[in-house]
T-cell receptor, first 107, second 122 residues
Framework: EIVLTQSPDTLSLSPGERATLSCRAS???????LAWYQQKPGQPPSLLIY???SRATGIPDRFSGSGSGTDFSLIISRLEPEDFAVYYCQQYAGSPTFGPGTKVDIK | EVHLVQSAAEVKKPGESLKISCKGS????????IGWVRQMPGKGLEWMGI????????RYSPSFQGQVTISADKSISTAYLQWSSLKASDTAMYYC??????WGGGWGFDYWGQGTLVTVSS
């Protein structure tokens, strides 16, 4: 099983700032089969990024994903008020696993 | 438009059985896998397993194998997650999600249901 770790646990930023979230895998994620999800309180997760860098339908271009192998990143170029949420990475190179999440909150 | 609509919240006692549902619409239900994801209170996401409604084939996370049963009825575009004997530790929100990002070896989830809260308490 591929174990994912995310850092930091919490990121405290102001609207307009840039957010950089990290996801590290215990072994290489073949095919860059890695996704990112956003979850707001009381809501289900929603898909942001798949294939490490492809934005899902309707996702604004301030969200970008990068990485390969064991190290992946999600960047939010300029935080909007609606972006404060918890973000999870998930690998689907094999049996799916999720990272523990990074909470982006308002500073 | 793709929709996954889950059954209502449940309150059960330890030892009772339960089956919750997820009805898909707006797409070819038999052509996409449907997965189940657990979220315990205040915690992260855990993949439980998945079913392909086209042929009812299933795959389970090792952590949930033998603990739950996942199935689908393609005639009514509905997937199910069931327990034969609930425990207090099964208290969680359960989401169904379409495995629309599929390459043959694993699944990413492009559409999610609204969640079903299961509370198990004596």
């Amino acid at each position: 099983e591929i174990v994912l770790t995310q850092s930091p646990d919490t990121l405290s930023l102001s609207p307009g700032e840039r957010a950089t979230l990290s996801c590290r895998a215990s072994q290489g994620v073949s095919g860059s089969y890695l996704a990112w999800y956003q979850q707001k309180p009381g809501q289900p997760p929603s898909l942001l990024i798949y294939g490490a860098s492809s934005r899902a339908t309707g996702i604004p271009d301030r969200f970008s994903g990068s990485g390969s192998g064991t190290d992946f990143s999600l960047i939010i170029s300029r935080l909007e008020p609606e972006d404060f949420a918890v973000y999870y990475c998930q690998q689907y190179a094999g049996s799916p696993t999720f990272g523990p999440g990074t909470k982006v909150d308002i500073k | 438009e793709v929709h996954l609509v889950q059954s209502a919240a449940e309150v059960k006692k330890p030892g009772e059985s339960l089956k919750i549902s997820c009805k898909g619409s707006g797409y070819s239900f038999t052509s996409y896998w449907i997965g189940w994801v657990r979220q315990m209170p205040g915690k992260g996401l855990e993949w439980m397993g998945i079913v392909y409604p086209g042929d009812s084939g299933t795959r389970y996370s090792p952590s949930f194998q033998g603990q739950v049963t996942i199935s689908a009825d393609k005639s009514i575009s509905t997937a199910y997650l069931q327990w034969s004997s609930l425990k207090a530790s099964d208290t969680a929100m359960y989401y169904c999600a379409r495995g629309g990002i599929y390459w043959g070896g694993g699944w990413g989830f492009d559409y999610w249901g609204q969640g079903t809260l299961v509370t198990v308490s004596s």
